[in-house]
């Protein structure tokens, strides 16, 4: 008696079937582009570029990041940074700089965050490398002295309260601008105080 096989239709591919995002003209060139963020990224520390392409190679950039834990010594290790780093003089910054400052985190060292579209309506992203001495993008704590609002806050209160500035001409401030700029230091001063 013969072997039946079971039957299945064949339905139709969806887009959650695919395994990558459609990055170039085949896996080769996918792969070449990756190799290239990989690269620019350690050079950089911090890129602005398409977000499926960032979101792409933030985990090729961790794991090689990890195999590179491993030692300059260790045969694999070395291999793998020469494929994956372009630009030669980078593989020492691999294993003298990246792996001394992430060697008690195992992974989550690099980030990718949304940024604004492009006026073609293309998304973007920007992949960052954390403790790499850049400001922060999103700030631990929306009260923390880096956080951009309070720079530009702090700066006005040292400019209101300098007494060796001069103001500009054509910029003089009447009582009413006054008036509104004490305000909004005092709503400031409120929230610095309920932290």
């Known amino acids: 008696m013969p072997i039946r096989y079971a039957w299945k239709p064949k339905r139709s591919p969806k887009r959650e079937d695919k395994y990558w995002r459609n990055l170039g003209k085949g896996p080769a060139r996918r792969l070449d582009l990756i190799r290239n963020v990989v690269t620019k990224l350690y050079r950089y520390e911090r890129l602005e570029m398409s977000y499926d392409l960032a979101d792409e190679a933030q985990p090729y950039a961790e794991k090689l990041i990890n195999i590179a834990k491993l030692g300059d010594q260790n045969a694999y ?3 793998m940074a ?3 780093i372009t630009e030669k003089d980078l593989i020492p910054k691999l294993f003298h700089v990246f792996v001394p400052r992430y060697a008690d985190m195992s992974d ?3 980030k990718v965050f949304r940024s604004p579209p492009t006026p073609d309506n293309r998304p973007m992203g920007i992949i960052d ?3 790499n ?3 922060p993008l999103r700030p631990e704590h929306p009260y923390s002295e880096d956080n951009i609002l309070n720079v530009l806050i702090n700066s006005a209160k040292r400019r209101q309260t300098d007494s060796n500035i001069t103001q500009p001409e054509g910029l003089a401030l009447d009582s009413n601008n ?3 700029i004490n305000s909004n230091i005092e709503i400031h001063n409120e929230l610095h105080t309920e932290k």
Do not use: C, E
């Open 77 to 79: 290790a070395m291999s």
């Open 82 to 84: 020469d494929y994956y």
């Open 108 to 110: 989550g060292f690099i």
């Open 129 to 131: 490398m954390k403790l």
């Open 133 to 135: 001495g850049y400001p």
């Open 178 to 180: 006054k008036a509104a």
